[in-house]
């Protein structure tokens, strides 16, 4: 047996103590006149069950007058009693507890709200593993879930009973509706403990994987605007002058950044000293380079006039070859043979002198020095360069301080996260888990056909004025009932039904089948108790009409608790205006009368 009311009490100003007992599976029925607080006991039960605002209790006839609400619950082991202060005494976070139903005298604060909370979920069987697998605007994905999600299955005031628009109490209430919608399945046994926390875990995982495709697009998206960024960045060094080396690899140019970076300031200014030393040295090879063209020069004038002295000495040869016809008898030829001699030699030393090793040596020298003027040139032309693209230290102070900000973000992102193994994990284990929930569904498809069954079967009762031979069909999207017409070929939805009676008899066949879906699925987190406000409200009684349609609807539910008594047991809590000898008269033996009539000067509050 789960939850059920034994008392509801209200510690009065007066001093006196309301106490109205219910008996445990039965109709018990709080009658009387308008105007005596019928309504308002609904709302207190709620407020005593720790509900955080105590709307729908009359502040000026009930809450006024009364100092404590208190309940008392059968529990599975035993009665405990439950109670609050006033709302008008502004220490609603307050509460009283007795493990053993003990009813005090006058209620004192011994315990937290909390911890009363605590120990009905308990009772509950609702254990800290349950949680809500996704969440809305007013409950977080992964919070506990509570009791109190299972309670607007307990409730239908006045309004609700007959509303064409939906099934449950206070609609504008998104707390209560998003509750409705997180443990609905878990309310009429589609999923058990192990199946609540399947799909809790399910939706996590989907959720982290949806998280991680995001990831993984941001990755790309960052990797490329890293990419981006980190060449930027080297182009401006190269603009400032302070690269000599121009790469479009990223990774190289982080590397190169890197270096920048811890750079001092003298590293960049440094070119014009270089510059100087390059002059220098210029200027030495210049030298060496002027006196080896010198002599060159001069060794080129002492060859002509070697040249020159091969002309002068042709008159020599003529005599050699003409003396004998041209002085004949005389000594000359000694003399010209001696000069022949000579002019021989110093033919030989010209040729030899083209040859010459010194010669060669200064022409190689000359060439090398050539040669590393030239590249003292170069790069003199490079640092000058270099050096008018120089930025000013105050420049380069900043841009080395902008760059290491960037650094320290973009330090990591050189090797690309890889989250392959994490994805093909998270694939396994939804995949795993998605088996689990399909098993689930094909479970919903069958408690969903039990429900309906249910619904059908109160409703061949309660007739449908105007759809007597339609199927009721529950959608669980929109918390709606719909009428299938003509065997399928139409559908009439529940906002189109009309009459206030239909409507009454829709809300009764619902939730008198809910409860017995989830008592024969054995859901134990749904308390056994149902309150009914005001079932006559679509009737006036002065019809046979309205008559006999009230007397169904009451017949209905008692037949419920009757059925229910095989199934562990039920309570319905039904304010009315009906007079006991009505339900005497309809022999329905499983109602019972809460103290007694309301009426005259006899109200909640004495």
Known sequence: MSLQ????????????????????????????DSGKGKSSILYLIDYCLLASSAKGISKENIDKKSNWYGIRLWTSKGLITIARPAVHTGDTDSAYFSDTGEIPDEPTNNMSLQNIKSLLDKEMNLNSDLKVPYGGRTIKAGSKISYRSFLPFCYQDQTALVSPDYLYIRPSDLKMVERIERVFRMAIGVVDAEGAIVRERLEKLKTQKVSLERRIVSIAGKKLEFEEDILQLKDEAADMG???????????????????????????????????????????????LKRYQTFNEGYKAYQKLLKDGDDSLASINFLLENYKELLPGTNTNKVLTALEKSLKEIKSSRKQSGSSILFVDVNEKSKELLNEVQQVEDRMKLLKLNSNAIATPEKIYKYQGHVEAKLSIYSDRSQPVDYSDKMDRLDSQISELEGKVEDIESKREFVFGQLNKLINSHLEKLKLKGYEDSQAVFMENQKVINLVLDEGKSVEKMEDIGSASNYLYVHLSYFMAIHEVARRNSVDWM????????????????????????????????NFVTTMSTLGGFQVILMEHITESHWKKLGLENFNLVDRELIGDYGLIN
Do not use: C, M
């Open 242 to 288: 302070l690269v000599e080396v121009n790469t479009h690899d990223a990774v190289e140019s982080l590397e190169l950044l890197k270096t920048i970076s811890k750079k001092p300031i003298e590293y960049f200014t440094r070119i014009e000293n270089e510059i100087s030393n390059l002059e220098k040295e210029k200027f030495t090879l210049n030298n060496k």
């Open 5 to 32: 009311i034994a008392n509801v009490l209200i510690w009065q100003k007066n001093g006196n103590l309301r106490n109205l007992e219910f008996k445990r599976n039965a109709v018990n029925v709080i009658t009387g």
């Open 527 to 558: 308390p056994s108790f149902l309150i009914l406000d005001q079932v006559s409200t679509p009737y006036s009684g002065e019809t046979a009409d309205d008559i006999s349609s009230l007397d169904a609807a009451l017949s209905e539910i008692n």
